[in-house]
Each structure stands twice: as structure tokens, then as C-alpha cells.
């Protein structure tokens, strides 16, 4: 009878470790999920960035550079091929507009964007500064317990130079 209480004690214990291990598991699978597709979004981002010019950031027409010191959801930039290429967070993904085209998500579903920040210094000609942007993503992926939360931040300056 001790035995089998001993017994029953250490497997109810070992159980719990198992749940816990599954647990860590499954956030951990969120988490890379997240960073993969964020990675990916942002990485394209910044290549695209990095090659344009004339960035606008904010309201007005998107074909006029223009600062945005205090940030704002939308980007808009010339790409290097010379097409005019726009970001911008929608609800709760990121969305891409290439030319005349209509936007399209360039995170996934499972991924929820809760903040999407650009900040736009030296878009302007003739202010002596390089044209750079900063973009701060904070964005969670899972649900409950196995909820992720990222906070993603990249600095991108011009390539060509502009001062």
C-alpha cells in the first residue's frame, strides 16, 4: 500500500513536469513562428528601404518625400526599379501596396500586429542629413498561456547618399 502511494506520488509529480515541458513547448513554436514571418517582413522591408528614395512617412501625397519625426503607420518610398512602394498597418497586419496595385498582407494570419511605428528623419533634399527611417513593430503571436510578445525595432538609412 506505501508502495503504490509512493508510486502514485511520483507519477502524479512526473505528469505535471511533462505538462509543463509540452507547455514550453508549444510557446517556444509561437515564438519562432513570430520571428521567422517578422524577420522576413522586415527584412524585405529594409532591403527595399535601404535601395529607395524620397520617403514619405504620414498623411498627404505619398510622391512627396516628407519627415515624420513623431512617427506614424504609414511608409512610402521609391523603389529602385522606380516604382512607388507603401507600407502601412491595416487592423492588425501589415500591409504592402506596390504602384497602383491594391494592398496585400506581408504577415501572416497568426500574427497579430499591435503596433506599427515609422519614424522618418532627412527625407527632405537639401537638410544635410542622410535620409533614415526607424521602424518599431510590436506585434504577439499564440493565445492564453502560450501567448508570444515581440517588440521589434530597425534602423534603415538610404543607401545612395543625400546629403
Do not use: W
Not at 76 to 85: E, H, K, P, T
Request: glycine share 8%; with cysteine; proline share 3%.
Amino acid at each position: 500500500m506505501v508502495a503504490i502511494s509512493i508510486f502514485l506520488i511520483v507519477m502524479t509529480i512526473s505528469m505535471g513536469s511533462i505538462i509543463s515541458v509540452f507547455d514550453a513547448n508549444r510557446k517556444s513554436r509561437s515564438l519562432k513562428t513570430v520571428l521567422n514571418n517578422l524577420n522576413l517582413a522586415v527584412e524585405s522591408m529594409a532591403k527595399e528601404m535601404r535601395f529607395g528614395e524620397n520617403y514619405h512617412c504620414g498623411p498627404g501625397a505619398v510622391t512627396i518625400p516628407q519627415n515624420c519625426p513623431s512617427g506614424d503607420t504609414l511608409m512610402s518610398f521609391l523603389s529602385s526599379d522606380g516604382v512607388q512602394i507603401t507600407y502601412r498597418l491595416s487592423g492588425q497586419t501589415i500591409e504592402k501596396k506596390i504602384g497602383g496595385e491594391t494592398y496585400i498582407a506581408v504577415t501572416a494570419p497568426e500574427i497579430i500586429i499591435d503596433d506599427l511605428v515609422f519614424y522618418t528623419l532627412g527625407a527632405v533634399s537639401g537638410d544635410s542629413l542622410q535620409p533614415k527611417v526607424l521602424v518599431k513593430i510590436k506585434s504577439r503571436a499564440g493565445a492564453g498561456g502560450s501567448q508570444s510578445d515581440l517588440t521589434l525595432q530597425t534602423l534603415i538609412s538610404q543607401r545612395v547618399l543625400d546629403l
